[in-house]
């Protein structure tokens, strides 16, 4: 396991879960889509304001997902080398993807707007992932990129549907012994 760098988006992103009042109950009540709200309206002008946009939203979208996949029992893995190419999140993990790709979500947060880094990216990941549509995005701002995408955004914020599609995709895949959100 690499050592995590410090990032002061991460900091600040776990430091106001830690301090806030209405994300435990939220977590307990299973109203990710909630949390994901609270955060965005409460710390994405502040987190947007240190760095480049992309940059910031890829690493408050990476933090929060790891953190809701965690609280909703989801088995994944994140930020793996796996044959070369690296991969955001894995749900439920590359063992999976080995043996049977249709159950393996690969969640991709590229950080860019630009289309082309975005199309490389994705590139990449299909030579892993044969099952196209199991390559989902986090973007910055809406971008036609073919594939199921999650924006993270103040207006037009999809992303709080995120961790109700992953359960989704999940239970449907059957690798969630847990089931705990019931869809």
């Known amino acids: 396991m690499q050592e995590e ?33 609270d955060i965005t309206s409460n ?7 240190m760095g480049e946009k992309e940059e910031a939203v890829g690493v408050l979208a990476t933090g ?28 439920p993990d590359t063992k999976t993807l080995e043996k049977d790709a249709k159950k393996t979500l690969l969640v991709c947060i590229p950080k860019s707007k630009d289309i082309n880094i975005i199309n490389e990216r994705i590139a990449r990941l299909e030579k892993i992932q044969p099952e196209k549509e199991n390559i989902w995005l986090v973007l910055s701002e809406n971008i036609q990129v073919g594939k199921k995408s999650f924006v993270l955004s103040k207006e037009n914020n999809s992303f709080s549907k995120i961790i109700f599609e992953i359960a989704k995709f999940s239970n449907v895949g059957g690798s969630n012994k847990f089931k705990i959100l019931r869809i």
Not at 6 to 35: C, G, H, Q, R, W
């Open 5 to 37: 760098e410090a990032n002061p988006i991460k900091d600040y992103l776990f430091e106001y879960i830690e301090n806030s009042k209405t994300i435990p109950p939220l977590i307990v009540e299973k109203k990710f889509d909630a949390v994901i709200e």
């Open 43 to 49: 710390c994405y002008d502040k987190v947007v304001s």
């Open 64 to 91: 929060l997902l790891h953190y809701l996949l965690t609280n909703a029992l989801i088995t994944s893995q994140r930020k793996i080398d796996y044959a070369g190419v690296d991969i955001d999140i894995v749900v």
